[in-house]
């Protein structure tokens, strides 16, 4: 089946560096991938959709420039987390629909996710 | 805005005792799945529902999609240990963007 791999799985980071979250697609080519936060024992939060060869759509009330998104190629999306800052601590998830179908019926497949923890 | 809640927000149960999670929004959606995620990994998901009033069955889950296209209920039935996770479901309205509903932690006693 499609899968999804993300890494790091969990990184520590000094406050005010920057953090490279990479998401591969490894059996199946993804146009557009989503990245999503997630806060401790609660829900799912779209931050963004990536798509190949173009800007990224972010969601209302989360900061392009601090969270930066490339989707150079069909196959991967990067995050990067600039100027981290403990409140940027969180469980990051991408995922990617493998169906290529509209709507998407057959589902995302989710990486496994990152855990990040400023210092 | 669309919003998908889900209730129970939390369930502790013993196991083989049967439950159900229910999904609901004032937003109709094309497409509704269910996920279960595991403590430090990504959602996985159950099902995908698409036609109003349609039923599905994955082993002791039934999953159904109410008629409107608003709502949706998980089922389990005997529950055990290895079902305990958190319950996600999540909607489209045609696009590639889905939203995730606010989630049910379960949790299945032995």
């Known amino acids: 089946g499609a899968v999804v791999s993300q890494h790091p799985s969990w990184v520590i980071c000094k406050s005010g560096t920057s953090v490279k979250i990479e998401c591969r697609s490894l059996d199946f080519q993804a146009t557009t991938m989503f990245w999503y936060r997630q806060f401790p024992k609660q829900s799912l939060m779209l931050m963004a959709t990536s798509n190949e060869g173009s800007k990224a759509t972010y969601e209302q009330g989360v900061e392009k420039d601090k969270f930066l998104i490339n989707h150079a190629s069909l196959t991967l999306s990067t995050l990067t987390v600039t100027s981290a800052h403990p409140e940027d601590s969180s469980f990051y998830i991408c995922s990617a629909p493998p169906g290529g179908a509209y709507p998407p019926n057959y589902g995302y497949t989710f990486g496994s996710g990152t855990r990040l923890t400023v210092v | 805005t669309q919003l998908l809640e889900q209730s129970p927000q939390f369930l502790s149960i013993q196991e083989g005792e049967n439950l159900t999670v229910y999904c609901n929004s004032s937003?109709?959606?094309?497409?509704l799945q269910w996920y279960r995620q595991e403590p430090g990994e990504g959602p996985v998901l159950l099902v995908t529902v698409v036609t109003g009033g349609e039923v599905k069955k994955l082993k002791r889950l039934t999953f159904q999609f109410g008629d409107a296209r608003k709502d949706s209920s998980l089922h389990i039935t005997a529950a055990q240990p290895g079902d305990t996770g958190l319950y996600l479901c999540?909607?489209?309205?045609?696009?590639?963007?889905?939203?995730f509903g606010t989630g049910t932690r379960l949790k299945v006693l032995a």
């Open positions: 937003s109709v959606f094309s497409s």
């Open positions: 999540a909607g489209t309205s045609g696009t590639y963007k889905y939203i």
